[in-house]
């Protein structure tokens, strides 16, 4: 239609009455061929009359198009001025918007007005679920920034996700050493199994989702629930294309498609904050070990003393701790080089690992003293594990070239509460008595404080 106007119902007006004031005009021929003498139709009083008629029409039309045209486009620009002003808001940071049900828009017919009626509330629709998953991924984004350690991190991740996609049971791996190990879990009778899970090695090796639809009398291979899941979901995380960890959820129902997408969208928060945590437990472990032996130093091997004496203390167990040196160990680094003398101390920390537990603590305590921490041993299993290390060091022996080298210790034993100490530098220090001690009876023995 040409435009005369800026205004769509001016120029709407504008046409209705132009066409009631041309109907007009009409009207009285149109009557004549209806039979209607010309005498009394065609005259200016008729002509008038049925110009005022069409003009009556004209306004009456334009009347009700403003009346049930433009009330709903006026409604419809009511409703997107709200929008608009909570896409302002969420601009500046402020999230609570109305809900969208209250600026949906009722559809009350079946036409163009319908149609847009329609468009706009589907519009509106999808904005809700575009700022409910922006406000997820910047709620994800800020709770996994304020963590560090993986544990922490690995638990609060999770839970994240499970409730974003309403799963109901979860784990998620971490790629470590070659190995997957589980960071966390949750409902999940056997997470330890995961790794051996084809659907797991699958997604790590493909970079790709593994979505498993289960019958009712099937389970994942390393998949089972404290429910029966209909659907699991195994994704890769990975950090600038490289897998460093895989996501497990599992739901009692399929997953919806807001879940998925809820997921997809976190994932790239999980790999930063999950590489970022790794980064810092690395570096811890780097910085609590000592760079030759791969044991641990003085400063952290202290630090656990510390906390295994308080333990000890608490629970009223024993305490063992070990101190051991090499004998005449400056003689092996003049007569062979500082480079073997470095071997042969990696040689005797590999040595003191395979006769000390899991949950024993070996400390390079400085040069070629090395001190170990035996919780839950008294004295005598504590000499035990000193005399074991001395016999398996006196028969072993370190090769350079054809030389073979032999080297002997000496150690000193004290423990808690054989010796009543108040302190774990007290406990060490009469270990360090009992070493001299050992030294002084002519080495390659153990003594006790």
């Not at 110009?51 to 049930?68: D, E």
């Not at 990696?346 to 070996?362: F, I, P, S």
Request: aromatic letters at 6%; hydrophobic letters at 45%.
């Amino acid at each position: 239609m040409l435009r005369i106007t800026k205004k769509v119902f001016n120029d709407l007006a504008l046409w209705m009455i132009g066409l009631g004031l041309a109907m007009g005009v009409v009207f009285p021929f149109f009557v004549v061929l209806m039979g209607v003498s010309s005498e009394k139709a065609l005259t200016p009083g008729f002509f008038a009359a049925c110009m005022a008629a069409g003009f009556l029409v004209g306004a009456a039309n334009i009347a009700l198009a403003r009346g049930v045209v433009g009330k709903r486009l006026r409604l419809l620009a009511q409703r997107m001025r709200v929008v608009e002003n909570n896409l302002k808001q969420m601009a500046d940071g402020v999230t609570d918007g109305c809900a969208a049900e209250d600026c949906y828009i009722t559809i009350d017919s079946e036409d163009e007005i319908g149609e847009s009626a329609m468009a706009f509330n589907q519009l509106v629709g999808a904005l809700t679920v575009a700022h409910s998953s922006e406000g997820a991924v910047r709620e994800f984004s800020r709770l996994l920034a304020s963590r560090l350690e993986l544990d922490t991190l690995a638990g609060d991740a999770l839970r994240q996700l499970m409730d974003n996609s309403k799963a109901g049971a979860g784990a998620l791996l971490v790629e470590s050493e070659g190995l997957l190990e589980v960071a966390a879990s949750h409902g999940l009778k056997d997470p330890e199994s995961l790794d051996q899970s084809d659907h797991v090695r699958a997604a790590m090796r493909g970079g790709q989702r593994q979505l498993v639809r289960l019958p009712a009398d099937l389970t994942v291979n390393g998949v089972l629930a404290e429910f029966r899941p209909q659907e699991v979901l195994v994704d890769p995380v990975r950090y600038k294309s490289v897998p460093i960890g895989a996501l497990v959820l599992a739901s009692g129902e399929p997953f919806g498609a807001e879940g998925l997408r809820n997921v997809e969208l976190l994932r790239p928060a999980l790999a930063l904050a999950l590489n970022n945590a790794l980064a810092h437990e690395r570096l811890q472990r780097l910085a609590a070990l000592d760079p030759l032996t791969g044991v641990f130093n003085r400063r952290f091997g202290l630090g656990r003393l510390r906390e295994e004496f308080s333990r000890a203390v608490r629970d009223g167990s024993p305490l063992g701790v070990v101190m051991f040196d090499l004998d005449h160990f400056k003689k092996v680094n003049d007569t062979y080089g500082h480079l073997v003398g470095d071997r042969v101390l990696v040689h005797l920390a590999k040595l003191a690992r395979t006769v000390m537990r899991e949950g024993d603590v070996l400390v390079r305590y400085g040069g070629e003293e090395f001190l170990a921490i035996l919780p839950a041993a008294a004295l005598s299993d504590s000499q035990l594990v000193a005399e074991r290390l001395r016999r398996l060091l006196g028969e072993s022996v370190v090769k350079d070239g054809q030389q073979e080298i032999r080297v002997t210790l000496s150690a000193g034993v004290a423990s808690t509460p054989e010796h009543s100490v108040d302190n774990p530098e007290g406990l060490v220090g009469l270990a360090d008595k009992a070493l001299y001690a050992a030294k002084d009876a002519g080495r390659d023995r153990v003594r006790s404080a």
